[in-house]
């Protein structure tokens, strides 16, 4: 199973950015992004899960600004961010899993390789 993160680069305070994750192998029941800024713990951004009708969840800190979704066809994930500020620069993480846990990194079973969004101010 590889898991191919896509979409990060830098954009001005206020832009947006769609980043997508194309999944190989089976369709996972919970797909999450994850995010992890320099200097601090990787943390949760939003999850969405199949078993529950395609149910999202969001961090408190991006609700209102980020929509996650997926295309069970093509076995991808997508994050749609919007009203981008400085702090959600961070290597973003796509992660993969078969629970309906979906909070914690170890909910997940694959993770993706990382996509670099930078917010400038």
């Known amino acids: 199973v590889q898991l191919q993160a896509s979409g990060g680069g830098l954009v001005q305070a206020g832009g947006s950015l769609r980043l997508s994750c194309a999944a190989s192998g089976p369709t996972f029941n919970t797909m999450a992004w994850f995010r992890q800024a320099p200097g601090k713990e990787r943390e949760f951004v939003a999850a969405?899960?199949?078993?529950?009708?395609?149910?999202?969840f969001y961090a408190d800190s991006v609700k209102g600004r980020f929509t996650i979704s997926r295309d069970n066809a093509k076995n991808t994930v997508y994050l749609e961010m919007n009203s981008l500020k400085p702090d959600d620069t961070a290597v973003y993480y796509c992660?993969?899993?078969?629970?309906?846990?979906?909070?914690?990194?170890?909910?997940?079973?694959?993770w993706g390789q990382g996509t670099l969004v930078t917010v400038s101010s």
């Open positions: 992660a993969a899993g078969r629970g309906l846990a979906y909070r914690r990194s170890v909910d997940y079973d694959y």
């Open positions: 969405i899960i199949r078993l529950t009708g395609d149910s999202t």
